[in-house]
C-alpha cells in the first residue's frame, strides 16, 4: 500500500490507503463481493470497490460502485472516483 501511495502522490495529504489482506475490514462492513460472476474472475472474496467519507472518527458517507450487472464496479467506478467522493464530501 505505501508502494501504491507514493505512486499515486498521496503522501503528506488527507488521504489513507488501507490494506487489508485478510478480508476482516472488508467483511466487518459488509462489503465482501458474494455475486457468483464469471468464474474465471474471481469475484468471491473480493471486496467491493467502495469509498468511505470518515471524519473525526465518524462514518459521514459510503458509496458503492456496483450494478447486478456489473458487480466489481468495473464498467462504472465513477461514484467511488475522486471527483464524486468530493461532491459527497461537501455534502456531509
Known amino acids: ?3 501504491w501511495g507514493k505512486d499515486q ?3 503528506g ?3 489513507t ?3 487489508d489482506p485478510a478480508a476482516e475490514l472488508t467483511k466487518a462492513l ?5 455475486h457468483a460472476g464469471p468464474p474465471s474472475v474471481g469475484i468471491i472474496g473480493r471486496c467491493k470497490r467502495f469509498a468511505i467519507h470518515v471524519d473525526d472518527e465518524e462514518i459521514k458517507a459510503v458509496v458503492v460502485s456496483e450494478r447486478p450487472d456489473d458487480p466489481a464496479g468495473d ?3 465513477s461514484a467511488t ?6 461532491e ?3 455534502k456531509a
Open 1 to 3: 500500500m505505501q508502494a
Open 9 to 11: 502522490g498521496i503522501e
Open 13 to 15: 495529504s488527507m488521504i
Open 17 to 19: 490507503f488501507v490494506a
Open 30 to 34: 459488509g462489503m465482501e463481493m458474494t
Open 75 to 77: 464498467d462504472d467506478p
Open 81 to 86: 472516483l475522486a471527483e464524486n467522493m468530493l
Open 88 to 90: 459527497v464530501v461537501k
